[in-house]
C-alpha cells in the first residue's frame, strides 16, 4: 500500500488561499488516479479534484476556476492550489491515490481546512 503524507491545512479567512501537498511513498508517474476528497461534518465525502491516468482533470462544480490541482512527478507530490476560498470549503481533505494496474487505493490521513473570518 502506498503512504501518503498530507501538508498545508490551516485556518484561513474567506477569499484567502491554500495550497495542500500531498507526497506519496512510491512513483506517481504510473498511476490509475490521484488527487483530492474531501469531508465537511455530516456530510458524505466527495472528489474535489482528481487527475486520471489519461492526464484528464476534473473537478466538482463548486470548486472549478478557484481550486487547481497539479503535480511534481519526480518529488511523487500532487499539490492542490486553493484560492478565493469559502466557509463551505471547510472540510477535513484527503489525499487519494489509486495504483496502476490493480486499482488498489490508499488514502492520506487528512488535513482540516477551516475558512473562517
Known amino acids: 500500500q502506498v503512504q501518503l503524507v498530507e501538508s498545508g491545512g490551516g485556518l484561513v479567512q474567506p477569499g484567502g488561499s491554500l495550497r495542500l501537498s500531498c507526497a506519496a511513498s512510491r512513483s506517481i508517474f504510473n498511476i490509475n488516479a490521484m488527487g483530492w476528497y474531501r469531508q465537511a461534518p455530516g456530510n458524505q465525502r466527495e472528489l474535489v479534484a482528481v487527475i486520471a491516468r489519461s492526464g484528464r482533470i476534473n473537478y466538482v462544480d463548486s470548486v472549478k476556476g478557484r481550486f487547481t490541482i497539479s503535480r511534481d512527478n519526480i518529488k511523487n507530490t500532487v499539490f492542490l492550489q486553493m484560492n478565493s476560498l469559502k466557509p463551505e470549503d471547510t472540510a477535513v481533505y484527503y489525499c487519494?491515490?489509486?495504483?496502476?494496474?490493480?486499482?488498489?487505493?490508499?488514502w492520506g490521513q487528512g488535513t482540516q481546512v477551516t475558512v473562517s473570518s
Open positions: 487519494y491515490y489509486s495504483s496502476w494496474p490493480d486499482g488498489r487505493d490508499s
